[in-house]
């Protein structure tokens, strides 16, 4: 079931059934991210603006279902409502990618500074880079982009979209 918006791969996100909670999370390759650490958000409403993101363990990862799972184990007669609802989700997260990436990476960012000896735990800021730059990651040798990935003001450096690193705690 993947849908096309405007050239854009809807399966750029997967939907989450918890309970009767429905998550929403960015597809990654998770090679790049140590940990296997991914963002959740919790879609509460149809407005992305309200969606909390919250950090998930691999562990706790594995007992969570895809949605597109769950509707197709459902009867063929209750499918429809789901399917669409799935589209419309992920139709809402490719328009607000950037904001949802932005919320993404800065609470990746705060747990990998809070669990790395040297962190700056000054007042979190993120700016947009004014020229471009490409490199690796050198926590998860993940790819770094100024196009998509944000820079913490403390130490002046990208922060990493897989695994929330920054320059801060970084020794050669």
Not at 161 to 168: L, Q
């Amino acid at each position: 079931m993947s849908a096309n918006l405007q050239g854009i791969d809807l399966e750029m996100y997967n939907i989450i059934k918890v309970g009767a909670d429905i998550y929403l999370t960015p597809w990654v390759k998770l090679n790049h991210n140590p940990n296997k650490d991914r963002v959740y958000f919790l879609a509460e409403n149809r407005n992305p603006h309200d969606w909390v993101p919250s950090v998930v363990s691999a562990n706790d990862q594995k007992s969570h279902q895809k949605l597109r799972d769950y509707v197709k184990a459902l009867p063929e007669n209750k499918r429809g409502k789901w399917e669409k609802f799935d589209e419309q989700i992920c139709a809402l997260a490719i328009q607000n990618n950037k904001m949802l990436r932005q919320k993404g990476v800065q609470i990746l960012n705060e747990k990998f500074r809070n669990q790395t000896k040297g962190s700056s735990m000054d007042e979190y800021l993120i700016a947009s880079m004014d020229t471009k730059y490409e490199s690796g990651c050198w926590n998860c040798k993940g790819p770094v982009d100024s196009e998509w990935d944000l820079k913490h003001r403390a130490c002046g450096w990208l922060i990493c979209g897989h695994c929330g690193a920054c320059g801060c705690g970084y020794q050669k």
